[in-house]
T-cell receptor, first 115, second 115 residues
Framework: EPEVTQTPSHQVTQMGQEVILRCVPI?????FYWYRQILGQKVEFLVS????????KSEIFDDQFSVERPDGSNFTLKIRSTKLEDSAMYFC?????????????FGSGTRLTVV | AQSVTQPDIHITVSEGASLELRCNYS??????LFWYVQSPGQGLQLLLK??????LVQGIKGFEAEFKRSQSSFNLRKPSVHWSDAAEYFC?????????????FGRGTSLIVHP
């Protein structure tokens, strides 16, 4: 069964450093998403991406964050200067179409710890 | 905007006992409703979904959920819990029309299974 793959599974970084979280969506999917889950809190939508541009973003997705599809397979989330409160589990998801909620597939997540 | 409430942070049951996890949603029209499960170190796996039609939906792993419009609820049930069901369970809602098609998640319910 097709999977969304995220790397690394765990990352520890020092406050103020830049981090890049990587995702490989399902190959025929066209819409890509990032979510985060702070420990003990709900899964929160960050951003959606289609046709090489952001299609929706939440209030959380401020100037510290950026997304990119640098090649035909990877979808990345960059945090420019990490803060302690960026520590969370970050999930990537992809879907075939914009309204394809049924086809939403999540990766296993990257646990980011900022120290 | 849609929202989801999972009132129980933790639920503890004995193996073999029945289970009900509560989910209430807020949305002005008929929503799309989902239950996801997250096992430790794993991604979010779709258990079941409701789009329309029969309000009692069957999912994987022996789970079912019932959509009750009058109560704005979509509770997850299982008649006999297995130790392997211990995980985090998330309810999510997406707009069927208008609003945001991007799923909004509840904060999750952690299921603990005692032998």
């Amino acid at each position: 069964e097709p999977e969304v793959t995220q790397t690394p599974s765990h990352q520890v970084t020092q406050m103020g450093q830049e981090v890049i979280l990587r995702c490989v969506p399902i190959s025929n999917h066209l819409y890509f998403y990032w979510y985060r889950q702070i420990l003990g809190q709900k899964v929160e939508f960050l951003v959606s991406f289609y046709n090489n541009e952001i299609s929706e973003k939440s209030e959380i997705f401020d100037d510290q964050f950026s997304v990119e599809r640098p090649d035909g397979s990877n979808f990345t989330l960059k945090i420019r200067s990490t803060k302690l409160e960026d520590s969370a589990m970050y999930f990537c998801a992809s879907s075939e179409g914009r309204g394809d909620v049924e086809g939403y597939t999540f990766g296993s997540g990257t646990r980011l710890t900022v120290v | 905007a849609q929202s989801v409430t999972q009132p129980d942070i933790h639920i503890t049951v004995s193996e073999g006992a029945s289970l009900e996890l509560r989910c209430n949603y807020s949305y002005g029209a008929t929503p799309y409703l989902f239950w996801y499960v997250q096992s430790p170190g794993q991604g979010l796996q779709l258990l079941l979904k409701y789009f329309s039609g029969d309000t009692l939906v069957q999912g994987i792993k022996g789970f079912e959920a019932e959509f009750k419009r009058s109560q704005s609820s979509f509770n997850l049930r299982k008649p006999s819990v297995h130790w392997s069901d211990a995980a985090e369970y998330f309810c999510a809602v997406a707009a069927a029309s208008g609003g945001s098609y991007i799923p909004t998640f509840g904060r999750g319910t952690s299921l603990i299974v005692h032998p």
